[in-house]
């Protein structure tokens, strides 16, 4: 078992698709950290901070002489990397560059609001750096639903950050949450998901389902009328999302362990076999490949 020479703070998270990368923390928790469907970062020891730019070059340095030239990947963590000042984050990708020579790809979490401060051109000085992916939980493209969990954002700031990404040349990893408009705000949820992702055409799109392993507390403040949808119900938003989209090269996934159905294609090449294996699982759900209850989680 490879060691990695890096203090963290549990529980860590990052994409399912950077199981293999050196996870590099440069901030502990989330600059936001408001989102109440979200529970990944409300343990006490993940309040918010930075880490100090000399513990992370530290850091850099240490993985670059005990790793050698084995790290392909490097993901910056915790919840949004790119909260840090365009000036440290060139000093990290520079360092990265420098003593781990190996690296062809870095990633991070990426808050639309984050990127308000930012311009293209500093975006673009990061992309020439090595920052090529950044993985966006818009989690609905609908303003009553992105209101009601406190996400911050609307669908206008969401289309700025991802347009303002996609000019800089940064690929982007966009995420929906499945279910978290409940039973009364479904269809909109579905309707202006599919709408913001046609207009920004994303790279990547992933699909997650909302689950509330501490209980649904926090969500019901701002949301008491809140009905959780059933597998069906949940089942039927996904064939509207997926009905809407009109994507013409974008690699979909749905696939996250907290997903019931596993899709996997490129949209919208696949889009006939998707909804086909979907409208299938809706009408014989006995006979579908279902995850089962207990294989599901975060």
């Known amino acids: 078992m490879t060691i990695v020479p890096i203090r963290y703070v549990e529980p860590v ?10 996870i590099l923390p440069v901030t502990d928790g989330c600059s936001w950290n408001r989102c109440t469907f979200c529970e990944m970062y409300t343990a006490p020891q993940k309040r918010f901070r930075p880490r100090s730019e000399e513990e992370v070059l530290e850091n850099i340095r240490r ?14 963590a915790d919840g949004d990397a790119l909260t840090l000042s365009t000036r440290r984050l060139v000093t990290i990708l520079e360092a990265i560059r420098r003593d781990m020579p190996g690296v062809r790809r870095v990633s991070s979490y990426c808050l639309p609001r984050n990127l308000r401060k930012k311009s293209a051109a500093e975006l673009r000085e990061l992309a020439e750096l090595g920052l090529s992916l950044v993985y966006v939980g818009a989690e609905s493209g609908d303003d009553e639903v992105l209101a009601r969990v406190n996400k911050g954002e609307t669908f206008a700031t969401t289309r700025e950050a991802l347009d303002k990404l996609q000019e800089a040349g940064i690929k982007r990893s966009v995420m929906i949450l499945n279910g978290l408009g409940g039973e009364a705000l479904s269809r909109q949820h579905a309707l202006n998901s599919a709408a ?5 055409q994303p790279e990547y799109l992933a699909t997650l389902v909302v689950s ?5 507390t926090r969500l019901r403040e701002n949301f008491p009328d809140f009905e959780p949808l059933s597998v069906p119900g949940l089942m039927q938003e996904m064939e509207l999302l997926l009905s809407e989209l009109e994507l013409r090269q974008t690699i979909f996934r749905s696939d996250h362990a907290s997903n019931w159905l596993i899709l996997k294609g490129t949209l919208g090449a696949d889009k006939p076999r998707l909804l086909q294996e979907l409208r299938a699982a809706i009408a014989a759900p006995e006979a579908a490949p279902l995850r089962p209850a207990w ?4």
């Open 63 to 76: 993985c670059g002489e005990e790793l050698g030239g084995g790290i392909e990947r490097v993901f910056l």
């Open 196 to 200: 913001l992702m046609n207009a920004v």
């Open 295 to 298: 294989a599901r989680g975060l």
């Open 212 to 216: 509330f392993p501490q209980g649904e």
């Open 13 to 22: 998270y990052r994409p399912p698709s950077e199981a293999d990368s050196l």
